[in-house]
């Protein structure tokens, strides 16, 4: 797919109803999904357009907190915002007190999303310690709770995105997805590793074979970590029977690679690689919507973390990323990009 038939949505008002759930893959067991993970700071509404319009079959937003959404805070507001182009999307949610998961998969609710994830996977410090995130395996009970309460609180489906366990003591995955499923739970998604593991590590590819071959686990399992080539999607899809798999850091600066997977899926081989003026205008497509999306000062902020990746293994690539950090003007980044991309002597490193 060449990227100039990609077009973002400015954004707009949500006035439309949520999908049908035989129209959302990753509620299906069998059809192979592949999604956008939600990453803090990364997947707003701009870039889950662009991976949607290049193969992501759902999309979900960045997290969001509970606490924030039910004191209406305007950024909380802002990051729940997406456009029809996006859909199946859910929304995801974390927090660590009943009351506020419950009102916050009400104000959820009504912005009309397809989806209602639940984030009980973060292994970041700030989070765990208000008892969210992954804080909730170390108390299935709390995580049981949690759960129910939110599915209860809306009719639209909900789904969950957790880790193996909190350490490799407390390793109990296929308890909590027969758990989760008994609430109504209708999709579960797994970083394969613990919570103790961080990024560190690989993740533990194996323990989705165990989890699909659960005893009475019917609803669909997602893999997530360590999935950053069409050979893995495929291996993962083809050795372990998983429903879906859920890139998250691959997608950033990459947003072809829901393309590539599904092309190597249907044909068996490998598209060749974007060209450097490939990726220097999808780039620059990209923090055009950033901009339009968030205004110029935070939009330049939100692509900082984008422009590596785009950058990766091109010969003076640092040098460029280092100009384009300095500016805060989305001029200046779009003359450095454009103008880099027509040099006909910069070619990727071997």
């Known amino acids: 797919m060449n990227h100039r038939q990609i077009h973002i949505t400015p954004k707009g008002n949500l006035q439309h109803t949520p999908l049908s759930e035989s129209c959302i893959p990753v509620l299906q067991t069998g059809n192979r999904s592949v999604i956008l993970a939600p990453m803090e700071d990364v997947s707003d509404s701009p870039f889950r357009q662009m991976c949607r319009n290049l193969g992501a079959d759902v999309v979900y937003t960045e997290f969001i907190s509970s606490e924030a959404l039910i004191r209406d805070s305007e950024a909380s507001r802002h990051k729940m915002a997406f456009e029809e182009a996006e859909r199946p999307l859910g929304i995801q949610i974390f927090g660590g007190r009943e009351e506020a998961m419950h009102g916050a998969a009400k104000v959820a609710e009504a912005n009309r999303p397809d989806l209602v994830d639940i984030n009980f996977g973060c292994p970041v410090y700030k989070i765990v310690k208000k008892n969210a995130g992954s804080a909730c395996l170390r108390d299935l009970g709390m995580m049981e709770r949690m759960a129910g309460t939110v599915v209860d609180a809306t009719p639209l ?40 593991q961080g990024y560190k590590g690989e993740a533990r590819w194996e323990y989705f074979k165990y989890l699909k071959e659960t005893p009475g686990l019917e609803i669909p399992v997602i893999a997530n970590g360590d999935i950053t080539t069409p050979e893995h999607a495929r291996y993962l899809f083809e050795e372990t029977g998983v429903d879906g798999v859920m890139l998250g850091r691959a997608a950033i600066g990459n947003p072809w690679i829901f393309r590539d997977i599904k092309h190597y899926m249907e044909y068996g081989e490998l598209l060749p690689p974007p060209t450097i003026q490939e990726r220097m205008e999808m780039c620059a497509d990209q923090l055009r919507a950033s901009v339009a999306h968030h205004g110029e000062r935070f939009g330049v902020i939100m692509m900082k973390k984008h422009y590596g990746n785009y950058i990766k293994g091109i010969r003076n690539g640092k040098h460029l990323r280092m100009e384009i950090m300095e500016k805060d003007r989305m001029e200046d980044i779009l003359e450095l990009l454009l103008n880099f991309s027509e040099n006909p002597e910069i070619q990727v490193a071997v």
Not at 158 to 183: F, H, P, Y
């Open 157 to 196: 489906p909900v789904t969950v995105k957790t880790r193996l366990g909190w350490d490799d003591n407390t390793i109990r995955i296929r308890e909590v997805a027969l758990m989760l499923q008994s609430v109504g739970v209708r999709s579960l998604t797994v970083h394969a590793r613990t919570r103790s």
